[in-house]
């Protein structure tokens, strides 16, 4: 049996729409503890790893480990008929093998989504020694993406101890981002070493829609190597995303 109430479906909502981004469906898990999914996007260049705690929940009900296999569009579509004030109840239904959706508010609204059989893949963490860690808003992360995008299509990232710097070219000219410690963008910056590796923009800038999740992301990465994005959702849980480097053209 599984059951979950969350007293604003609108956090549900902006979950969902985070994860759509990268993958059209995915297997979630279920355990006595959290709600959690891992998942690479098709063509393999990124991963997101999601968990939500039972303490993010009013109730939560799981007799036994399950996966759901969901279709996220469809969910998402679902999701966008949440009004405001409304709770979210999500439910398994054992006879039917659907994952009821049921908000409750000036009206009880119930939707059924059928099931998936997506198979099993478990993927492992990837094993990545950071030389950089660096917290920011997500606000401003997003608007530096944006500042990039202007140019370029992929967005160099560049780290010293003194700041943190976004850097695009491309046939129409330049731009240049810098976070500098003691900003009110950059909150916090740790370096081992100097670093820098390219990133594709399309994929951050999915990442960084979740921004209605969180205030602040955590940066992690090294040279040439995977960008590691954590966001905390403040009522117990989190969404990181792993984004596999560019190489720069020689």
Same mark, same amino acid.
């Given at each position: 049996?599984?059951?979950?109430?969350?007293?604003?479906?609108?956090?549900?909502?902006?979950?969902?729409?985070?994860?759509?981004?990268?993958?059209?469906?995915?297997?979630?898990?279920?355990?006595?503890?959290?709600?959690?999914?891992?998942?690479?996007?098709?063509?393999?260049?990124?991963?997101?790893?999601?968990?939500?705690?039972?303490d993010a929940f009013e109730e939560y009900q799981?007799?036994?480990?399950?996966?759901?296999?969901?279709?996220?569009?469809?969910?998402?579509?679902?999701?966008? &008929?949440? !009004? $405001?004030?409304?709770? =979210?109840? /999500?439910?398994?239904? %054992?006879? @039917? #093998?659907?994952?009821?959706?049921?908000?409750?508010?000036?009206?009880?609204?119930?939707?059924?989504?059928?099931?998936l059989d997506l198979g099993s893949e478990d993927?492992?963490?990837?094993?990545?020694?950071?030389?950089?860690?660096?917290?920011?808003?997500?606000?401003?992360?997003?608007?530096?993406?944006?500042?990039?995008?202007?140019?370029?299509?992929?967005?160099?990232?560049?780290?010293?101890?003194?700041?943190?710097?976004?850097?695009?070219?491309?046939?129409?000219?330049?731009?240049?981002?810098?976070? &500098?410690? !003691? $900003?009110?963008?950059? =909150?916090? /910056?740790?370096?081992? %070493?100097? @670093? #820098?590796?390219?990133?594709?923009?399309?994929?951050?800038?999915?990442?960084?829609?979740?921004?209605?999740?969180?205030?602040?992301?955590?940066?992690?990465?090294?040279?040439?190597?995977?960008?590691?994005?954590?966001?905390?959702?403040?009522?117990?849980?989190?969404?990181t995303y792993f984004l596999a480097p560019r190489?720069?053209?020689?």
């Amino acid at each position: 049996m599984f059951k979950a109430v969350l007293s604003d479906a609108k956090l549900w909502r902006s979950i969902v729409e985070s994860l759509s981004t990268l993958i059209d469906q995915a297997n979630f898990v279920v355990t006595t503890s959290a709600l959690k999914m891992r998942a690479m996007d098709p063509i393999r260049v990124a991963m997101v790893d999601f968990e939500l705690s039972k303490d993010a929940f009013e109730e939560y009900q799981c007799s036994a480990e399950m996966k759901m296999g969901i279709n996220l569009e469809e969910m998402g579509k679902i999701m966008r &008929r949440a !009004g $405001s004030g409304d709770s =979210l109840e /999500l439910v398994h239904d %054992e006879k @039917s #093998n659907k994952l009821l959706v049921r908000f409750r508010g000036k009206s009880i609204r119930t939707f059924s989504l059928s099931l998936l059989d997506l198979g099993s893949e478990d993927l492992p963490t990837p094993r990545v020694e950071f030389n950089v860690t660096a917290k920011l808003t997500t606000e401003a992360i997003g608007e530096a993406i944006k500042d990039a995008s202007v140019v370029s299509d992929q967005v160099k990232i560049i780290v010293k101890p003194e700041a943190l710097m976004m850097q695009a070219s491309g046939d129409t000219g330049d731009a240049l981002v810098e976070f &500098r410690k !003691g $900003s009110e963008a950059l =909150l916090d /910056l740790e370096v081992k %070493e100097d @670093s #820098n590796a390219i990133y594709a923009l399309n994929y951050l800038n999915d990442m960084m829609k979740a921004t209605s999740i969180s205030e602040t992301a955590i940066l992690q990465f090294s040279t040439n190597m995977p960008l590691r994005i954590e966001l905390s959702i403040s009522s117990g849980g989190r969404i990181t995303y792993f984004l596999a480097p560019r190489r720069e053209a020689e």
